[in-house]
């Protein structure tokens, strides 16, 4: 190890995060599936049928990729709608593929963390209002109970939602995913239901698997006034992050619904439901209040003038605020895992300083004595990336839609030596993205 290198505990998990509907393909049970079919909602006419054909076997050609980078983590969900596929019906091939799945996993000595809903939910479950409709928490509860049952011989580290507060904006307010609604009300409904649902999963899983660790992937982004002087800029960067970050953060500690989530309603389910937290990080935005915005509630929100954007669209890349979630989280006095950092970044040119700044950063906050047990980056091969399909790519790994061939990019070879050595160091940095070695190896 050469002198400037920055060395992560010898017992870090170093992994890649997935999910079923962007890898598996061959679904057709799903509200996404459903959607995908009407023209004009991917943005590149592709659809997930395809992607990496993991219910077709390919899984374990990435799982060998995975190993051979090093890693020893890797972050899956499960499908509900191919387990449930009607309510009260389970499909035990589906299960039985799951299995083969995670026994794939541990036999490459990658430990398993699943997220049990990732975005997704059962046509017959969507048909009855989704999670709009209450009932959705013991449905969620059932579910849970069966997969825990049939899986939890294999899994250690359960994920019981992925970003609550994502799915409820994305589905419920600004409608750019189905069921494509925007209403305030139908948003708070939606997120109140996860998080009620999340409590009663911890609760089921803990009788099954007492001695299993169960957490939330959280996506949290950090909220900074345009006009730091500014009163109201303050007041509408505090606003945000009290209404986008704190609501889904709170609720796992003391079990409280507060406003506008409920009127400090306790939910025993929920009290200290969460035996670690799982963050998930991408961008900043910095907010401003603007009376002549009334669509955006007078609040605004946009990119720092002159800061880097991976790509059109998307948001600003700033390392230094998973520094400052991963300080934030401490005072919860949990284990963290990041479960997903990552980039779009269509020909990799971003993707190798993304991951070496951001590493950088869980290392400063470990070397504060942060907890953090875990590092997942987006993605392990292309895939299926959502409205977007596959016109934003985030993989370490190419994937050639025609042929389905995999091949390691740049980014992912530097993930590799990182994984390999548990540590960064002065000669990768100079290798791989020179022009970031002062931020690296910045002495704090």
């Known amino acids: 190890m050469d002198g400037d290198a920055l060395c992560f505990p010898a017992d870090f998990l170093w992994g890649t995060a997935t999910s079923a509907h962007q890898c598996e393909g061959s679904l057709a049970n799903n509200d996404w599936v459903a959607w995908e079919r009407t023209p004009g909602s991917i943005a590149d006419g592709t659809d997930s049928a395809r992607t990496c054909q993991w219910w077709e076997g390919r899984y374990e050609e990435d799982f060998d990729l995975a190993q051979s980078m090093g890693q020893n983590a890797l972050r899956l969900s499960v499908e509900w709608s191919r387990i449930e596929p009607d309510e009260g019906q389970w499909d035990h091939d589906a299960i039985a593929r799951y299995r083969d799945m995670l026994g794939a996993l541990h036999a490459r000595g990658l430990e398993p963390m699943v997220t049990l809903f990732h975005f997704t939910t059962p046509l017959w479950l969507a048909e009855r209002g989704g999670w709009e409709n209450e009932a ?42 189905p069921p494509q609604k925007r209403s305030v009300l139908t948003m708070l409904r939606v997120l109140r239901n996860q998080l009620l649902a999340h409590g009663f999963a ?26 730091p002087d500014s009163l109201l800029d303050r007041w509408a960067a505090w606003f945000y992050d009290w ?31 969460q035996d670690f937290i799982g963050l998930n990080y991408y961008c900043r935005d910095m907010v401003r209040f603007d009376i002549t915005q009334p669509g955006s509630l007078f609040m605004p929100r946009f990119p720092m003038p002159g800061a880097e954007f991976s790509m059109e669209g998307w948001g600003e890349i700033y ?23 990552g980039v779009p970044d269509n020909d990799d040119s971003k993707r190798p300083r993304v991951i070496l700044t951001h590493l950088a950063a869980v290392h400063r906050a470990l070397s504060d004595g942060v907890p953090v047990k875990g590092f997942y980056f987006w993605s392990l091969v292309d895939n299926f990336e959502w409205a977007d399909g596959f016109s934003a790519r985030f993989g370490l790994v ?24 548990g540590a960064i160091t002065e000669d990768m940095v100079e290798r791989y993205a020179p022009e970031v070695e002062e931020q690296v190896f910045a002495r704090f």
């Open 319 to 341: 390392p230094e605020g998973l520094y400052r979630l991963l300080k934030r989280l401490e005072r919860y006095g949990k284990p963290i895992y990041v479960t997903e950092i």
């Open 398 to 421: 190419h994937l050639d839609l025609e042929t389905g061939q995999r091949a390691l990019k740049r980014s992912g070879q530097l993930y590799r030596e990182i994984c390999q050595a």
């Open 243 to 273: 209404l986008f970050n704190e609501t889904v953060l709170a609720m796992p500690v003391d079990g409280v619904l507060r406003f506008p989530l409920g009127l400090n309603t306790r939910v025993p389910e929920a009290v200290d439901s």
């Open 136 to 177: 959705v928490v013991p449905y969620f509860e059932r579910f849970v109970s069966k997969v825990v049952e049939a899986l939890g011989d294999l899994v250690n580290l359960w994920c019981t939602i992925n970003e609550p507060n994502v799915y409820a904006v994305q589905s419920y307010l600004r409608g750019i995913w």
């Open 202 to 227: 911890y609760r089921a899983i803990h009788r099954l698997q007492p001695m299993a660790r169960v957490g939330l992937a959280q996506h949290l982004r950090v909220f900074d006034p345009f006009g």
